[in-house]
């Protein structure tokens, strides 16, 4: 395996946030003035594979990288922890197409940023918000969503400043949301009480799918590639070829209980998915699927940049 030089220690964490999920983002300056990049450590390789697991008992949350070695014949990768983020809880990855160093981590108390791939974190521009789920298009890459309880939020310059969305949702309490990575206009929400809807101009009307996926909660995971639309459900890893018309289980599904997906833009036919036990990933559209680490600790987060389908 790679091995990398010694790191930064952990970025200082934000003060104590709020829970309530009240939006009181704080002005900040834009995210390039805020830090100056670090050098990423030589020893990474293509496929430098971040996840967010819990230590139980503590709020910290170890980010781990998966680095391609000896075991990559077995589909399995190695990992070790590379950075310590503190926040009260873990929702949601994000990597920037424009800059895979830079990385966006929500969680109920805002968004932490990182400069460096993960090695070191500072506070976001969005503080006590929660962002449980983050999204950004290739196409669009300075406009960047976050929604959560009670949060549909919007930034139109990368981050540095966020609006609330005017919409027409019946409810702005979302425990999934994707955004089509070739129409930066088509977004996909999960709303509680009303189930997956979906807006055609970038989040000012909604409507409900034309049917709903089978099994669904009040929580899941949703993710697409721009023609397939995919959803974690009590019934598995489920998927629609016609937005939402109807629903099909995958030909596969990764073992273990799936908590987050993430599929690259630049490589439709390849499904990563967080697992309870680490992360899988499938090449053929979910017919199969390897294990590809970090085992043994659960993939509550998952992000793959949009321009390296390795790059996760």
Do not use: C
């Amino acid at each position: 395996m790679a091995r990398a030089r010694t790191r930064r220690p952990p970025a200082r964490p934000p003060s104590a946030t709020d829970r309530t999920g009240r939006i009181r983002p704080s002005g900040s300056r834009p995210p390039a003035a805020r830090t100056r990049r670090a050098s990423r450590p030589r020893g990474l390789t293509e496929l430098a594979a971040l996840a967010l697991v819990v230590s139980l008992g503590l709020v910290a949350w170890w980010a781990y990288a998966s680095l391609r070695g000896d075991n990559e014949a077995n589909g399995v990768g190695e990992g070790r922890p590379i950075a310590t983020i503190k926040a009260p809880d873990v929702h949601s990855l994000l990597i920037d197409p424009g800059d895979p160093d830079r990385v966006l981590f929500g969680a109920h108390s805002g968004i932490q940023e990182s400069r460096d791939g993960g090695f070191t974190w500072e506070a976001g521009a969005l503080r006590n918000a929660d962002a449980m789920s983050l999204a950004v298009s290739p196409k669009e890459p300075a406009t960047l969503y976050v929604a959560g309880h009670d949060v549909f939020l919007v930034s139109r310059d990368g981050g540095a400043t966020w609006q609330p969305v005017a919409h027409d949702l019946p409810g702005t309490d979302l425990h999934a949301f994707a955004q089509d990575p070739s129409d930066p206009r088509r977004l996909y929400a999960l709303v509680v009480g009303t189930g997956v809807m979906t807006s055609a101009d970038g989040g000012a009307t909604w409507e409900p799918l034309p049917s709903q996926p089978p099994g669904l909660g009040g929580h899941g995971a949703l993710a697409t590639d721009g023609a397939i639309l995919y959803a974690v459900t009590g019934a598995g890893l489920v998927r629609s070829p016609d937005q939402g018309a109807s629903w099909e289980p995958l030909p596969a599904q990764p073992s273990g209980g799936v908590m987050s997906l993430a599929i690259p833009a630049a490589d439709p036919e390849t499904i990563y998915a967080g697992t309870e036990s680490g992360i899988a990933k499938s090449t053929d559209g979910g017919a199969s699927w390897a294990e590809v680490g970090p085992t043994g600790v659960p993939a509550l987060a998952l992000a793959v940049a949009p321009s390296d389908p390795n790059r996760v």
